[in-house]
């Protein structure tokens, strides 16, 4: 059996990849199928206890992906909440739209009516956001170049996931409107953790639902404080630079490889990453 890189894209829109160390990794892999992959085993001394245990030979890959990776949701969101402001007559801070980038629900709503100003309880401020959000994407869907491709080209090979800063009832809904639903084994909210980003507790949360270390994961990014979250919680990264909110150039330094485009991510670049923990691979 040749080696094999397995990459399991953990969302959501946008996420985390997992590469593991040479060697094998056992368990958490029966939970989601894999018949007909060449890099699964049955077990013999699990036959006995009557499960089927999984064998991965040489890498064990994750991949985490945040939501804005794959629709264009940062523009749409500095939008609805600028216009949710100036309904109430207030000015908009220089470093509001960067500062709320990858916080939680929790977090940016508290955000809004404290350091912008916005009348009412941060929970009624939040829910309001999110409603207007949502009518958004019913009125069309701004899924961002390449995005059904990368996750259909990946999740042909290997299992997804995803890790978003975007509220639960946002990531089932663009899942779902893209047609992308079943393409994920794991979804989690920054909703659901402690904090968001740039905490780590949101990729800390992925791989530990998933039984992987930090260590053998490699994370998709392409915001500052996503990108900071991501090495912090000690994942490997691949950047690919927000057109309108770049990374800040300290942040983007910490990415093991940084790409134009969704196109540019294919599974050889993924294999690099994994194999190459503490190279850099600008692509330009």
Same mark, same amino acid.
């Given at each position: 059996?040749?080696?094999?890189?397995?990459?399991?894209?953990?969302?959501?829109?946008?996420?985390?990849?997992?590469?593991?160390?040479?060697?094998?990794?056992?368990?958490?892999?029966?939970? #989601?199928?894999?018949?007909?992959?060449?890099?699964?085993?049955?077990?013999?001394?699990?036959?006995?206890?009557?499960?089927?245990?999984?064998?991965?030979?040489?890498?064990?890959?994750?991949?985490?992906?945040?939501?804005?990776?794959?629709?264009?949701?940062?523009?749409?969101?500095?939008?609805?909440?600028?216009?949710?402001?100036?309904?109430?007559?207030?000015?908009?801070?220089?470093?509001?739209?960067?500062?709320?980038?990858?916080?939680?629900?929790?977090?940016?709503?508290?955000?809004?009516?404290?350091?912008?100003?916005?009348?009412?309880?941060?929970?009624?401020?939040?829910?309001?956001? #999110?409603?207007?959000?949502?009518?958004?994407?019913?009125?069309?869907?701004?899924?961002?170049?390449?995005?059904?491709?990368?996750?259909?080209?990946?999740?042909?090979?290997?299992?997804?996931g995803l890790a978003s800063s975007s509220p639960r009832r946002l990531i089932d809904?663009?899942?779902?409107?893209?047609?992308?639903?079943?393409?994920?084994?794991?979804?989690?909210?920054?909703?659901?953790?402690?904090?968001?980003?740039?905490?780590?507790?949101?990729?800390?949360?992925?791989?530990?639902?998933?039984?992987?270390?930090?260590?053998?994961?490699?994370?998709?990014?392409?915001?500052?404080?996503? #990108?900071?979250?991501?090495?912090?919680?000690?994942?490997?990264?691949?950047?690919?630079?927000?057109?309108?909110?770049?990374?800040?150039?300290?942040?983007?330094?910490?990415?093991?490889?940084?790409?134009?485009?969704?196109?540019?991510?294919?599974?050889?670049?993924?294999?690099?990453?994994?194999?190459?923990?503490?190279?850099?691979?600008?692509?330009?």
């Open positions: 059996m040749s080696p094999e890189l397995l990459t399991l894209v953990v969302l959501p829109v946008a996420g985390v990849l997992i590469l593991g160390v040479p060697g094998m990794a056992w368990g958490w892999w029966s939970a #989601i199928g894999g018949e007909g992959n060449p890099v699964l085993a049955q077990s013999s001394s699990a036959e006995s206890l009557g499960v089927s245990v999984v064998l991965v030979p040489v890498f064990l890959a994750l991949l985490v992906v945040s939501l804005p990776l794959l629709v264009e949701s940062e523009e749409l969101w500095d939008e609805v909440r600028r216009g949710f402001a100036a309904e109430s007559g207030l000015p908009w801070p220089p470093d509001a739209t960067r500062a709320m980038q990858g916080m939680s629900t929790e977090e940016w709503s508290a955000y809004l009516t404290d350091v912008v100003g916005m009348p009412g309880e941060s929970d009624d401020v939040a829910a309001e956001v #999110i409603d207007r959000m949502a009518a958004r994407y019913r009125e069309g869907l701004p899924l961002l170049p390449g995005a059904r491709d990368v996750v259909r080209r990946l999740g042909a090979r290997w299992p997804l809904a663009v899942l779902e409107s893209a047609g992308l639903a079943d393409q994920f084994l794991v979804t989690v909210s920054t909703e659901e953790v402690a904090a968001g980003k740039p905490s780590p507790e949101v990729y800390l949360h992925v791989v530990r639902k998933l039984g992987v270390s930090p260590e053998h994961a490699v994370a998709i990014e392409d915001s500052s404080n996503g #990108i900071r979250s991501a090495a912090e919680a000690g994942l490997r990264l691949i950047a690919v630079p927000n057109a309108a909110y770049p990374p800040a150039d300290d942040a983007l330094a910490l990415a093991d490889a940084v790409v134009r485009s969704l196109d540019d991510i294919d599974p050889q670049l993924v294999t690099s990453v994994g194999r190459e923990r503490w190279g850099r691979h600008p692509v330009s």
